[in-house]
Antibody
Framework: QVQLQESGPGLVKPSQTLSLTCTVS??????????WSWIRHHPGKGLEWIGY???????YYNPSLRSRVTISIDTSKNQFSLRLSSVTAADTAVYYC???????????WGRGTLVTVSS | DIVMTQSPDSLAVSLGERATINCKAS????????????LAWYQQKPGQPPKLLIY???TRESGVPDRFSGSGSGTDFTLTISSLQAEDVAVYYC????????FGQGTKLEIK
């Protein structure tokens, strides 16, 4: 079955750019109608949707993060990626990748990866 | 943006008793053309990703016990656990997928 796996540095310095990759296995990231999301969970707080991308490259971002977020897709590697610029301690969180068919709930999630912003 | 607000923030219920969590959307998530509410409920346990429980406001995901049920339409929704089990201790989130995605702030469910 399809699985998602996040990867990337667990520690990022303030003001730098956080970069994570989600690898899709057991299925194609180019599947028509699917979108590929990033969500984060701040310690002791709730879930925050960051944004998603379609295989076509169309992106949709959380307005509160739009100025700092870029989500991209690499169909040749079956991966999609997150870049979050100018990070602060407030960006410390567990970052999840997830997927869904368009206009449907997120029914497949990665296990998540903790990213800490600290000098 | 559609803002999702859950109540209560935390809830303690005795084993075997009913647990009820509410979710209110700042605007309707009902599609009149499809007659579907774009509302889901997730369960998250410590150290795990969220698990989809219910979608279209009232459809249980495959494998979810039937003690979990969802109801509501438009802007007001409810998740009910009819008879609380120990393994139901978790944080529960509602989510709208009518216009991108937004989550509620979460409700922490504990055993009384």
């Amino acid at each position: 079955q399809v699985q998602l796996q996040e990867s990337g540095p667990g520690l990022v310095k303030p003001s730098q750019t956080l970069s994570l990759t989600c690898t899709v296995s057991g299925g194609s990231i180019s599947s028509a109608g699917y979108h590929w999301s990033w969500i984060r969970h701040h310690p002791g707080k709730g879930l925050e949707w960051i944004g998603y991308i379609y295989y076509s490259g169309s992106t949709y971002y959380n307005p509160s993060l739009r100025s700092r977020v870029t989500i991209s897709i690499d169909t040749s590697k079956n991966q999609f990626s997150l870049r979050l610029s100018s990070v602060t301690a407030a960006d410390t969180a567990v970052y999840y990748c997830a997927s869904a068919i368009a206009a449907a709930p997120l029914d497949l999630w990665g296990r998540g990866t903790l990213v800490t912003v600290s000098s | 943006d559609i803002v999702m607000t859950q109540s209560p923030d935390s809830l303690a219920v005795s084993l075997g008793e009913r647990a009820t969590i509410n979710c209110k959307a700042s605007q309707s998530v009902l599609s009149s053309s499809r007659n579907k509410n774009y509302l889901a409920w997730y369960q998250q346990k410590p150290g795990q990703p969220p698990k989809l429980l219910i979608y279209w406001a009232s459809t249980r995901e495959s494998g979810v016990p039937d003690r979990f049920s969802g109801s509501g339409s438009g802007t007001d929704f409810t998740l009910t656990i009819s008879s609380l089990q120990a393994e139901d201790v978790a944080v529960y989130y509602c989510q709208q997928y009518y216009n991108t995605h937004t989550f509620g702030q979460g409700t922490k469910l504990e055993i009384k």
